[in-house]
Nanobody, 122 residues
Framework: QAQLVESGGGLVQPGGSLRLSCAAS????????MGWYRQAPGKERKLIAD???????NYADSVKGRFTISRDDAKNTVYLQMNSLNPSDTAVYYC????????????????WGQGTQVTVSS
């Protein structure tokens, strides 16, 4: 069974940068799309960026031009480079991935990481 583990969160000053990583491990055949979501206190979890297996990317308007999503399929890892951070970016960041469990599986399963806290504050 696939598992996702995020890392790279922490406390950063406004205008600073962080790079989040999310590594997949366990037993699975293939990973399709991967994405990053965030959830601020008292708010819904929202998609901020995703990337297909072919490398096509999509961003929420709130992070366009500041965040970059990328993936390294050899490492089964997705990254989120976050620049020009501001206090409104404070949230728990989650990654997810659409995983094909075995070569003959008919469906992809969506797997979530446990989340990593990002706090932007002076």
């Amino acid at each position: 069974q696939a598992q996702l583990v995020e890392s790279g969160g922490g406390l950063v000053q406004p205008g600073g940068s962080l790079r989040l990583s999310c590594a997949a491990s366990g037993r699975f055949f293939r990973i399709n799309a991967m994405g990053w979501y965030r959830q601020a206190p008292g708010k819904e979890r929202k998609l901020i960026a995703d990337i297909t297996s072919g490398g096509s990317t999509n961003y929420a308007d709130s992070v366009k031009g500041r965040f970059t999503i990328s993936r390294d399929d050899a490492k089964n890892t997705v990254y989120l480079q976050m620049n020009s951070l501001n206090p409104s970016d404070t949230a728990v960041y989650y990654c997810n991935a659409d995983v094909k469990p075995t070569f003959d599986s008919s469906k992809y399963l969506t797997v979530w990481g446990q989340g990593t806290q990002v706090t932007v504050s002076s």
